[in-house]
């Protein structure tokens, strides 16, 4: 069906336009897998706009070789179990914070894909993305869709040989560049490709490198598509998230039914504004026809929508025949506000509380953690002066990369003595450093058989200090008040 005002004047049209446009992706077809999809690539607005998202993915292989001061700026030691962020060295006991940003970006991709639906995957994600760029260079070295389908149809020769070489050679080296890029976030960037060079690189990083290459190889050169379609996880959960408000690219049926052929000087009062020159399928990468509503397939990425529109600016219609819109904009029906709708609001509950606490946890990331520990065995110890002694460890947590003199302080109590404190404790980086100190207090002052001291430590760095409490062990006052 399709609305009065949407029909097409037949006469207004340039019909070579619309041969041109047959001529060129007539022979297209829907792709279920059963062949590879060699996707046309024409430029648009959502092509540009892939095109600039995409580019975050720049970050992944620079981020590396960003500095602070003289060490790699964010680095996930892991076999020192540090990660260091800039200026901050997180230990595993603040791993916490690390999960909560990992919880922000889990509930930023459900977010996005309730108010948007894939739009990851469209614009952001790097299996489409490097996709992409594995088709460009198909493009690049075999051209044109067409000029591919015949190379690949075609006998062996010298110069498919050639290209198929060359072709495959890249996709390695990127997949090869990929591997290098991810380790280089886990171990220093120059060793690493000082390892590279020489040879000797540690075997755990050997195999991840392996392992990114066949991977990227693999997924961005063969499986492409199908990996949306069948490996993906989050192709399958995206059904729970969207709902009728959300906003996809979808083909108005309204507009466009029925659709069908235009033929030169024949009047077609009858059909849409669809001319079924397939064109929006001959873009996608994923093969799918979206003038079958929503499917499992679509990626989101908008390249369809920048088909049709050039159709329709062809044939002199409005452009939007395939657009962005929700299911309710489509049927004419209002649209909720995003900020009507419950599940927004509980995903931008749970993005709250990640945000607070990540940034609480960073904001009071100390840079000295301090245990104390008292021994119990024996509890207290009566001396020859008439004070009781209590012992206690002390574990400091050096959270700095850089060695600390830490001075130690004990309080709490009238004639309290600390012996082991009068001089400063070297603190290793990054690292824990036990420490034993003797409290003293005479018998007489005891006001408690279970009395509070505290612990109190500062370090070479005005900013880093640390303060516990403990409990003095003494026998019970009134027996020991002379
Ligand atoms: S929806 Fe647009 S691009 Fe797709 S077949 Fe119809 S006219 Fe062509
Ligand atoms: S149907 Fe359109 S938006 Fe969906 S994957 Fe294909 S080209 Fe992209």
């Not at 995957?121 to 075999?142: A, H, K, P, R, S």
């Not at 969207?242 to 052929?261: I, K, M």
Request: hydrophobic fraction near 45%; include cysteine.
């Amino acid at each position: 069906m399709k609305s009065a005002d949407s029909l097409i004047d037949v006469a207004q049209i340039d019909s070579t336009q619309i041969d041109d446009i047959y001529a060129e992706v007539g022979q297209w077809h829907v792709n279920v897998g059963e062949q590879k999809i060699h996707p046309k690539r024409m430029p648009g607005r959502w092509r540009s706009v892939k095109w600039w998202t995409s580019s975050v993915w720049l970050l992944f292989f620079l981020g590396p070789y960003l500095h602070w001061g003289d060490r790699q700026a964010v680095l996930f030691d892991l076999p020192a179990q540090k990660f260091y962020l800039f200026g901050l060295t997180v230990l595993v006991q603040d791993l916490w914070i690390l999960a909560m940003i990992l919880l922000f970006f889990a509930i930023l991709l459900a977010v996005v894909t309730a108010l948007a639906g894939r739009v990851f995957c469209g614009y952001f994600c790097f299996q489409t993305v490097w996709t992409d760029v594995f088709v460009l260079i198909e493009e690049w070295l075999e051209g044109k869709p067409r000029q591919r389908q015949q190379l690949d149809e075609a006998p062996w020769s010298l110069t498919k040989l050639r290209i198929k070489a060359i072709k495959h050679g890249l996709w390695l080296l990127i997949g090869l560049l990929t591997g290098v890029s991810f380790v280089a976030w886990f171990m220093d960037a120059g060793e690493l490709w000082q390892g590279m060079l020489a040879l000797s690189l540690p075997l755990e990083a050997t195999i991840t490198i392996g392992a990114f290459v066949f991977g990227t190889y693999s997924l961005a050169g063969f499986m492409r598509e199908q990996t949306c379609m069948w490996l993906c996880p989050y192709s399958r959960i995206q059904g729970v998230m969207v709902d009728q408000d959300t906003v996809l690219p979808a083909y108005d049926a309204v507009r466009g039914e029925s659709r069908g052929r235009r033929k030169k000087g024949q009047s077609d009062d009858h059909l849409g504004d669809c001319i079924d020159c397939n064109l929006c399928v001959a873009v996608c990468p994923t093969g799918i026809d979206i003038r079958d509503g929503q499917q499992q397939g679509c990626i989101t990425c908008g390249l369809c929508i920048d088909a049709c529109d050039s159709v329709m600016e062809k044939i002199g219609r409005p452009k939007g025949l395939v657009r962005y819109d929700s299911l309710n904009g489509l049927l004419g029906k209002t649209q909720a506000r995003w900020f009507k709708r419950p599940r927004v609001w509980v995903y931008f509950g749970i993005l709250a509380f990640s945000v607070v606490g990540g940034a609480w946890g960073l904001a009071t990331l100390d840079g000295l953690e301090l245990k104390v520990i008292h021994h119990r065995q024996p509890m207290f110890v009566m001396q020859s002066d008439g004070s009781i002694q209590n012992r206690y460890q002390l574990k400091l947590l050096n959270k700095t990369d850089q060695p600390l003199e830490a001075k130690i302080t004990v309080t709490g109590a009238a004639g309290l003595k600390a012996v082991g404190v009068s001089e400063p404790v070297l603190l290793a980086p990054s690292g824990v450093t036990a420490h034993e100190v003797f409290v003293r207090i005479p018998a007489k002052w005891l006001v408690s058989d279970s009395q509070q001291i505290a612990f109190s430590v500062s370090t070479s760095l005005e900013e880093i200090n640390a303060t516990r409490k403990a409990v003095f062990i003494g026998p019970a006052p009134s027996s020991n008040t002379p």
